[in-house]
């Protein structure tokens, strides 16, 4: 599948871009302030951060094409400051669709991490464009100092094996991307690099790199807790452990939904219900055995499959 393809699917389940409410998706929604200087704009796409200097505002993000107005009045709702950078958290067109829109209107600079940075800029089929990448990094980048610090980091894939942690040392705020969205196992891509059984690994480096992160902001949904972030940090590299036992042993990803779902402190994201604001994808406990699809899929040495979601019929009966 290409990759222009495999992105139009992941952003609007294969539906064109043709109109926010027709497709189902929420609009956005007014600016919520997070802490002194860091605010958060959800709808149209992922989560667009705003963050707020002495001079100047950067924004983590800009979701789908065709929001760059309505990105920039919510950020006039707060301030009059120029907006002269973006940085993107991965290159899901969901999250970088209004980047020209800010080029050509605003001069801004964009950053991203490398492995985004190359499918940013690639030339492709369908109907995203390219989008320019002014700045890359690899592990670390420091943007400013004092209160207008910014730090970058890079541990590894998950999501893709491109996703960026944007880190507002002042604020103790910490903008996480896709590969943390709703607070429920993340959507893997395997096109664009996504792993399943590298993610425990690269959420708790960031965990345990980041300790002063006293918030974190979703690339969907809600801002959360450094607690709460720990205990799915905690679910995923359960998730993966379970799927290893359980292929060792010759069982299936149900047997191991079975498994998970044994531990009562894991309840929490295996729920029936769709997260609010949750564009696509199915429910927690969907996700949960999609990912366990994807693991044994990885463990076997077998090419993944991206799963979008997951018909509620074909997911096993809670034993």
């Given amino acids: 599948m290409k990759r222009a393809a495999v992105l139009g699917t992941i952003v609007l389940g294969g539906v064109a871009v043709t109109g926010l409410m027709a497709q189902g998706l929420p609009p956005i929604e007014p600016i919520e302030q997070v802490s002194e200087d860091v605010y958060k704009i959800q709808g149209a796409g992922g989560n667009t951060v705003v963050f707020v200097r002495e001079n100047d505002v950067v924004l983590i993000d800009t979701k789908l094409p065709g929001q760059g107005e309505g990105i920039l009045e919510q950020v006039r709702s707060i301030t009059d400051k120029p907006?002269?950078?973006?940085?993107?958290?991965?290159?899901?067109?969901?999250?970088?669709?209004?980047?020209?829109?800010?080029?050509?209107?605003?001069?801004?600079?964009?950053?991203?991490?490398?492995?985004?940075?190359?499918?940013?800029?690639?030339?492709?089929?369908?109907?995203?464009?390219?989008?320019?990448?002014?700045?890359?990094?690899?592990?670390?980048?420091?943007?400013?100092?004092?209160?207008?610090?910014?730090?970058?980091?890079?541990?590894?894939?998950?999501?893709?094996?491109?996703?960026?942690?944007?880190?507002?040392?002042?604020?103790?705020?910490?903008?996480?991307?896709?590969?943390?969205?709703?607070?429920?196992?993340p959507l893997i891509d395997p096109g664009s690099g996504g792993s399943m059984l590298a993610l425990p690994t690269t959420v708790t480096a960031a965990y345990y790199s980041i300790p002063d992160a006293e918030q974190v902001i979703a690339g969907h949904g809600a801002v959360h807790t450094r607690e709460e972030f720990l205990s799915w940090v905690t679910f995923n590299r359960g998730l993966v452990q379970i799927a290893e036992q359980t292929a060792q042993t010759g069982g299936t990803p149900e047997d191991a939904l079975a498994r998970l779902e044994g531990v009562p402190s894991f309840g929490q994201f295996l729920g029936d219900d769709l997260m609010p604001g949750l564009e696509y994808g199915g429910t927690p406990r969907g996700r949960a055995y999609i990912n366990l699809m994807v693991a044994f899929e990885e463990l076997r040495g077998e090419e993944p499959q991206l799963r979008m979601g997951i018909d509620p019929a074909e997911i096993p009966p809670r034993q």
Avoid: C
């Fill in 83 to 185: 907006v002269t950078m973006v940085i993107n958290t991965h290159s899901h067109p969901d999250h970088v669709g209004s980047n020209a829109w800010f080029r050509e209107n605003h001069g801004v600079q964009v950053v991203a991490h490398a492995n985004s940075a190359a499918r940013m800029t690639a030339e492709t089929e369908g109907p995203f464009p390219p989008n320019e990448v002014d700045t890359e990094f690899s592990t670390y980048r420091a943007i400013g100092e004092g209160e207008d610090k910014i730090e970058l980091y890079y541990f590894g894939a998950g999501h893709t094996d491109g996703d960026a942690f944007v880190f507002f040392p002042d604020d103790r705020v910490l903008a996480a991307g896709d590969i943390y969205a709703w607070h429920m196992s």
